[in-house]
């Protein structure tokens, strides 16, 4: 059991429209249907893994059968965690049949084990789920919208507005308060008679107050 | 960590921050968070987040259907990136549509979009969970939030204000990139906003229960040179300014 804990060893190096898949997948309509969209290729002793995807993903499938049988997939699932550094992907069949087994399961491997789990109808819908993240693992990440540097946002309107957000100050005083102090924290730092050179007494008070106020 | 602090801990309620959109689509979800899983639930306007459920972690609900085509993909990519602008950690809960009454069950029609958007999700780190109704998500609600308790995450201020409190929240929610949580751990943990300001960085951290990145963002901006040049056009000259200019 422990020897079949190790995980392939160039598992990092899967190239690029690449999957290298468990020998024992051959001829079943998962492999068909990963056949032509991506290049696949199967090998012997994946151990726990089933499909290998580039950079270090990798997928484990746990069927219907598995999910009904019970413990066993739990045991090779927290094996693998254990195991291995590999970004885990965790394809469960979601049937009618197993259906009343997903909740536990979702607790069990997202937030017990911290892994990624997508439910898939059968082995027609992995095929189909695992093309797409093969390509989205080949693409570059700049193409994924949530992998994108966000641009900075416009720094000298945001301190304005945020001088604004003080009781008792429009857009004219926040300029004239920011032209003379400069920043926000030249501003909270100021005396009543600084802030009395740029705005009106009472103004000046209720700034100094606002930002001295303690609960 | 002695025993008695262990137990405070677990006495004290979870809370979760939920935003007022939420009434109208998840009034179940919001129902079932306080009734069953007996969670303080604070309902507000968090602009634009679903569910704030620790100082890090925040919640995304979509519907099914919303994932299996293009006409949401602009609106929700534009969502999550201002999540991520907020938060170290996104989940996106996956909802089940709902099934009109007399509308035969539905099976989901999987599309190459979905399992695009879902792959774009794994890539990113973004986590997802499936919820088959309201309740559901509910108690996928809890489970996060009890997991971001042990992680020392936890919502741990009261999640609402005093009322001469309520401008400090506006200042704070005004710097770029702060989530409410974030401006309402300013609010309860600073004694001013001038103290605020005066912090260092390992104390806006601490306070504000944010990252040693943000906690830099924060501290920049707060003494970031101001310069009238480099506003937009529209914020500098005339237009919209020349009535406020008469009003002050």
């Known amino acids: 059991m422990a020897a079949g804990v190790s995980v392939r060893a160039g598992a990092a190096g899967v190239p690029y429209g690449h999957v290298v898949g468990s020998e024992k997948w051959r001829g079943s309509r998962l492999v068909r249907g990963l056949q032509g969209p991506v290049r696949l290729i199967l090998e012997e002793d994946l151990a726990l893994v089933d499909f290998h995807l580039p950079h270090g993903t990798c997928v484990l499938y746990v069927s219907e059968a598995d999910v009904v049988a019970g413990n066993g997939f739990r045991r090779r699932l927290a094996q693998f965690r254990s195991a291995s550094n590999l970004n885990g992907i965790v394809m469960v069949e979601r049937t009618t049949t197993s259906d009343q087994y997903f909740p536990a399961m979702q607790n069990f491997v997202v937030l017990e084990l911290g892994m990624t789990l997508l439910p898939v109808a059968n082995q027609e819908e992995a095929s189909q789920l695992i093309i797409q993240l093969v390509h989205e693992q080949s693409k570059d990440r700049t193409s994924n919208p949530f992998l994108r540097k966000q641009c900075s946002q416009l720094t000298h309107a945001s301190i304005l507005r945020t001088v604004q957000q003080i009781p008792g100050v429009g857009k004219t005083k926040a300029l004239l308060l920011l032209q003379r102090f400069g920043s926000i924290h030249q501003l909270c730092n100021a005396s009543v008679q600084e802030l009395e050179q740029v705005v009106g007494q009472t103004v000046a008070q209720q700034i100094y107050a606002f930002f001295t106020q303690t609960n | ?248």
Request: hydrophobic share 40%; with cysteine; glycine share 4%.
């Open chain 2, 1 to 248: 960590m002695p025993a008695s602090s262990r137990l405070l801990e677990t006495e004290a309620p979870l809370c979760i921050l939920v935003d007022s959109r939420e009434i109208s689509s998840g009034s179940e979800i919001i129902s079932s968070l306080k009734a069953v899983h007996e969670i303080k639930v604070q309902v507000c306007s968090l602009g634009g987040c679903d569910y704030i459920v620790s100082n890090r972690l925040v919640v995304e609900r979509k519907f099914q259907s919303e994932l299996l085509n293009n006409t949401n993909r602009s609106k929700l990519i534009q969502r999550i990136q201002h999540l991520q602008s907020m938060f170290e950690r996104i989940c996106v809960i996956v909802e089940k549509d709902r099934i009109k009454a007399g509308e035969a069950l539905r099976q989901l029609h999987r599309t190459k979009h979905y399992d695009g958007m879902l792959s774009a999700f794994v890539r990113a780190g973004i986590r997802i969970l499936f919820s088959s109704c309201q309740e559901e998500t509910a108690k996928l609600l809890k489970d996060l939030a009890l997991v971001e308790r042990r992680k020392k995450a936890a919502i741990a201020v009261p999640p609402e204000v005093s009322s001469p409190k309520q401008d400090a929240l506006r200042f704070y929610l005004s710097i770029p990139n702060i989530s409410h949580l974030t401006a309402l751990n300013m609010c309860h943990r600073f004694g001013s906003v001038k103290m605020m300001a005066n912090s260092s960085l390992k104390d806006i951290a601490a306070g504000a229960q944010v990252s040693q990145q943000k906690a830099e963002e924060i501290y920049r901006y707060i003494r970031y040179g101001f310069d009238p040049q480099m506003l937009p056009e529209n914020l500098n000259t005339n237009g919209k300014s020349s009535t406020s200019m008469a009003k002050c």
